[in-house]
Structures are given as C-alpha cells and as structure tokens.
Nanobody
Framework: QASLEESGGGSLQAGGSLRLSCAAS????????MAWFRQAPGKEREGVAS???????SYADSVKGRFTISRDNAKNTLYLEMNSLKSEDTAMYYC????????????????????WGQGTQVTVSS
C-alpha cells in the first residue's frame, strides 16, 4: 500500500511559479499511475494532471501550457511544476496513485485512484 506525502505548497502572487512534490513510500512507485488533484473551498475535487507508468501525461484544460507533471522513479517522487499561477489555482493540492491496467493508461478521474496524500495548500493572490 502506497503512502504519499505532498510538499511545496505556499502563498504567492499571481504570475508566480511553484513546484509541488509528492514522495511515495512504495518501492514499486515506477509501476503506479500518478496524478495531482485539487480542491478549492466549496468546490469538488478535480483532476489537474496525471502521468502513467509509461510517462504518458494528461492535463486539465485549465492548466494546459502552465503546469507540467513529471516523475523521478529513482527517487519515488512525483512533481507538479506550476507556472503563471492565477488566483483560481488556489486550492488544496493532492497527490494520488493507482495501479494502471496497462502502461500507457492514465486518468484524471478521482474514482480511479486508490491512494491519496493529505494535501498541500496553494494560495495565489491577485
């Protein structure tokens, strides 16, 4: 069972950049499909970006061109590079993991993921 811990959140001005990290305890990290989700106050949790075990990526339309998801399998770590941040990016950001049915599979659907971190807060002021 994977244990996930996010870090890197913070408060910053619009237009700035931030990199989130998610450290996984599981040594089979490389076989997991990983994703970032976020939840703003009063809103449902939404998928932001995902990366399959074969490194195929998907992004929500709202973050395409601004966010980049990546993984370092040697370090059991997932990243989310966030640039050109906007106030609407303010949310709690969660890391999630699941075993994919095949290597190129990835998903931005919350129900597809079995393991979740506790979240890290990102606050962007305009």
């Amino acid at each position: 069972q994977a244990s996930l811990e996010e870090s890197g959140g913070g408060s910053l001005q619009a237009g700035g950049s931030l990199r989130l990290s998610c450290a996984a305890s599981e040594n089979s990290f490389a076989t997991y499909c990983m994703a970032w989700f976020r939840q703003a106050p009063g809103k449902e949790r939404e998928g932001v970006a995902s990366i399959g075990s074969g490194a195929v990526t998907s992004y929500a339309d709202s973050v395409k061109g601004r966010f980049t998801i990546s993984r370092d399998n040697a370090k059991n770590t997932l990243y989310l590079e966030m640039n050109s941040l906007k106030s609407e990016d303010t949310a709690m950001y969660y890391c999630a993991a699941t075993f994919p049915p095949y290597e190129s599979w990835n998903s931005l659907r919350e129900y597809a993921y079995n393991y979740w971190g506790q979240g890290t807060q990102v606050t962007v002021s305009s």
